[in-house]
């Protein structure tokens, strides 16, 4: 992959945050694209899988170690 220039990752990454949320403002989209682009991890992906990275919801683990008690 060449290597982009940051604004060219930001406005990339921006884009493709764009396809996901339509209706928030380009402007708000770019700033969020910075915040990933400082990220070590998802500035060494490509803008777009970085993007998709991010938005990807957090999968949690149920804990077998954590009990629920109710009250008898």
């Known amino acids: 992959?060449?290597?982009?220039?940051?604004?060219?990752?930001?406005?990339?990454?921006?884009?493709?945050?764009?396809?996901?949320?339509?209706t928030v403002e380009p402007a708000q989209l770019e700033e969020l694209a910075v915040d990933l682009w400082q990220d070590v991890q998802l500035r060494a992906m490509p803008p777009e899988e970085a993007a998709a990275a991010w938005l990807t919801p957090v999968k949690v683990e149920k804990d077998a170690s954590v009990e629920i008690h109710t009250a008898e």
Do not use: S, V
């Not at 060449?2 to 930001?10: M, R």
């Open 1 to 22: 992959m060449d290597t982009l220039l940051p604004t060219q990752w930001i406005a990339q990454c921006a884009g493709r945050l764009h396809q996901h949320w339509r």
